[in-house]
């Protein structure tokens, strides 16, 4: 089966910075867009920043110039480097992926178990 799992969450002090991680597993055709999602205790999951097959990014405006999405196609990965991290930023952040795969004949919107990121002092 088809899985996408992230690393490289954990705690880290305001202003500091994490790189997470999200790696797809399985027979995969084609990864389509890659995205982070976030969910703070309470609210609702937050769309964080996308990457399209080609390369293009957009950002929630929260995070515009702290935070960098990038994909190793390669290595059907998904980057997500956060710079100047706030304590609001605590979350879980979630990887989402739309890929063609050996298990379905449509593409289908995949996610992943998601990792903590507690931003504090």
């Known amino acids: 089966q088809v899985q996408l799992v992230e690393s490289g969450g954990g705690l880290e002090q305001p202003g500091g910075s994490l790189r997470l991680s999200c790696a797809a597993s399985?027979?995969?055709?084609?990864?389509?867009?890659m995205r982070w999602y976030r969910q703070a205790p309470g609210k609702g999951r937050e769309l964080v920043a996308a990457?399209?097959?080609?390369?293009?990014?957009n950002y929630t405006d929260s995070v515009k110039g702290r935070f960098t999405i990038s994909r190793d196609n390669a290595k059907n990965t998904v980057y997500l480097q956060m710079n100047s991290l706030k304590p609001e930023e605590t979350a879980v952040y979630y990887c989402?992926?739309?890929?063609?795969?050996?298990?379905?004949?449509?593409?289908?919107?995949?996610w992943g178990q998601g990792t903590q990121v507690t931003v504090s002092s």
């Open positions: 990457i399209s097959l080609g390369g293009a990014t």
């Open positions: 989402n992926a739309v890929m063609r795969t050996a298990y379905s004949d449509y593409s289908t919107n995949y």
């Open positions: 399985g027979i995969i055709f084609s990864i389509n867009a």
